[in-house]
């Protein structure tokens, strides 16, 4: 395989990045704190090991973010390149075949929470690096890596930092590789990301449980009332009913709509391999790119109240709670969304219940620009590697530190090595080797085309 | 205080009480089978101490039955008495203002799970037997002592055995002392108990959990998806839509109705004190009483699905489940509306969604007749200590084992020493002090009368 190493490197690569999945760094969870501390450290070991005269561990009110410089390469471009060593809580852990931070190699395919999101990518990029920073006696380009732990909890060290220092952005162009390949063989570029808007709905109608016996028929049940707000919130077709929001999407333009109809898009397989259930769901007058891509989603994460443990408790539970989300799409700013959720809530809500809406945390989306000349070279080093220039998508996550990166008009090229089935944020979330050892050499091909 | 006791042994009686209540006997959680046995096995202690020259403690597949008879008094009238020393699980256990199972007396209230529901109206029966067994140089009547220990959870250990030795309820009478006062001064006789259907509610919609950004549009959510479904099975108005649920109902007579117009009921009181809510729901064109006695209830007793850690986690759930119940009236037999529950979930479950009904366990509606001449009796008895004569009403809890002890034929008297605002299966449990004196009194000359 060429990737830049020698092949019998590879063990040696999959060893350190085993070590690196191995730390839980679950950003979320207070008691992973120390995890995520660790996975820190070993990135700075990483950049040092790499040559970096200057590598940081910043401190801020969160998980620490991580800076690297290499050595100064007088004349040559600056490349940004932006990752995230946290990860994604692993529950449901009894779905997982294999313990989501032991890491684990079937089938050519890596197996562990952060495989491709984004400690896998992460490690590509440095990879990339080591591979082509000697080919020709010195390193091509001048990287400053920016690797936060807060992506997935919604933190604001790494925003704290750039807001304070804007000129850690400084930077001909910025490189995130937190993305996925449209399909197999065909990389992507993304030319926009949803926003979200992450909050908890708590409910409470009584002061305190009763018996469903004695006060059934007439006592209301905090469950009853949440969920009837919930379905009330977004109808049974789909369509959320919150003030103002469809009016307010800008939607994608004709010649946007017609590069999504002419990508590869087997709708049975979709729902088969990647969906995994037995229909799509939605607003079905829309196509699945404009559902999941162009439109903003009610989706509800956790639901929580009354009795659940072994066997029977005949209780009316007093209060219960939904951790609910929005997902964000150009027109949608964050603080409309929050303001019109709340209204929604107040509209919905019956006089008798007692409601809050939690904000948790969220950020507005974004639309991404891709005609400067490193999209020319990003397309010619995938066509070198893998035989298909990429194509321009957008996506359903969120990044919400992308619009920060691109503050000094530096282009963004957000793409990566993912590949569709690769179950991000669920059980068995895996990186496919070969897309890993490709990704290495294109992103080192694009580094040494940079310097041309 | 007359309750058949010297005042000087009131602080014996409570010390032995609040052993019996200290015993964490939740039978619903399989980690406290050994204090359910610890707490069979105080009452077989408390048994041998009333001299009691049959004790048995009675295995079978789950917690045990305890059995007593008292010394045979020949030519007396036998009473079957019923209790049970199982007790609810005590979550949420922070809304407790001291530990459920550390008894602790305010105010002339004892606090404690099992305080009143049951093992305190147990206790009751016992001391009003040990008060006026040797008043007369020897015990008024025969008792036969019934207590079983899955009342709470739905077990099979006592109807089993009732079943395999029905002449254990051959009696004159049935006392079960599981109930409560209409109101304050107010004691109560009860012609009717609801029945039960408890069951769980599993949905799946995906093989795993997806993330919201990728999917979030398209993929069936299972929480969305289980929520829509309770929705409709119940409507905004409190009307159950399972087919011919109400159609089958057997209303309550005029007779009836009549006497429940007469009893003193104050609704405002009632939802502040009672209820603890801001409004009263379900079918408003029917009176409490009638939402509460003679008509069934569907509640959600608990819900579970996705995730409800700390901070975001940004999940398409695939799987979640509810916990369920409905309350039975006469007409509604578990059977039918076991059958029909089935039929109205197939109804509304869409086809993409996999689905379970899980029947966890259940019971029929009782009716009793109250005119056998013990209820003159316990009229009396209840006039002579409290002053007021019982009100005959209906229950809207479920005590499965009502109809076998009563397959004989004898009476069964319902009654008890509760207060309407007692909390039974909610935190802060109680038992009033006064009720306890004054019920040890009634029931010793209920025992007494019995023999005259």
Request: charged residues 25%.
């Amino acid at each position: 395989m060429d990737h830049g190493f020698p092949a019998r490197e590879e063990s040696r690569l999959l060893h350190e990045l085993s070590e690196f999945l191995s730390i839980p760094s679950v950003s979320t969870l207070p008691e992973h704190a120390g995890d995520c501390r660790r996975a820190a450290q070993w990135l700075v070991d990483q950049l040092f090991t790499l040559g970096c005269p200057t590598v940081q561990l910043i401190e801020g009110d969160g998980h620490p973010v991580v800076w690297g410089e290499s050595p100064h390469v007088e004349g040559a471009p600056t490349l940004l390149i932006y990752g995230h060593y946290d990860v994604q809580p692993p529950d449901p852990l009894d779905e997982w075949h294999t313990p989501p931070f032991t890491p684990s190699i079937r089938d050519g395919q890596l197996y562990a929470r952060g495989a491709i999101d984004d400690k896998g990518q992460v490690f590509c990029l440095l990879k990339a690096y080591e591979a082509v920073r000697d080919a020709d006696g010195k390193p091509p380009i001048n990287v400053r890596f920016l690797f936060e732990g807060e992506e997935e909890c919604g933190g604001q060290v790494v925003f704290d930092l750039l807001e304070a220092e804007p000129e850690r952005t400084h930077a001909d162009a910025v490189l995130v590789a937190d993305m996925s390949y449209f399909a197999p063989g065909w990389p992507a570029v993304y030319t926009a990301l949803r926003g979200m808007c992450y909050a908890e709905l708590h409910v409470r109608t009584l002061a305190r449980d009763l018996h469903s016996g004695s006060y059934g028929g007439v006592a209301p049940n905090a469950i009853e009332t949440l969920i009837r707000m919930l379905t009330d919130l977004k109808g049974r077709s789909g369509k959320i009913r919150i003030p103002k929001l469809y009016k307010s999407v800008i939607p994608p333009t004709k010649a946007e709509r017609k590069g999504w109809r002419a990508l590869p898009f087997d709708e049975a397989a979709y729902l088969e391999h990647e969906v995994t259930g037995k229909a799509l769901t939605g607003l079905e007058q829309f196509s699945v790119f404009e559902r999941t891509w162009a439109l903003p989603t009610f989706e509800i994460h956790g639901i929580k109240g009354g009795f659940v443990g072994e066997g029977a408790k005949t209780v009316i539970p007093a209060a219960a709670m939904a951790k609910i989300s929005l997902r964000l799409v150009p027109g949608l700013s964050l603080d409309f969304v929050r303001k019109q959720l709340d209204k929604a809530v107040a509209e919905v809500a019956p006089a008798y219940a007692e409601w809050e809406v939690r904000f948790v945390h969220g950020n507005d989306p974004v639309q991404i620009e891709v005609e400067a000349p490193q999209f020319a070279l990003l397309d010619r080093a995938f066509e070198e590697v893998v035989g298909r220039r990429t194509v321009a998508v957008r996506a359903g996550g969120s990044i919400p530190i992308v619009p920060k990166l691109g503050m000094t008009g530096a282009p963004v090229l957000l793409t990566g090595i993912g590949l569709p089935d690769d179950g991000l944020h669920s059980p068995n979330e895996k990186l496919d080797l070969q897309q890993l050892w490709d990704g290495i050499r294109v992103f080192g091909r694009f580094f040494e085309m940079m310097a041309e």
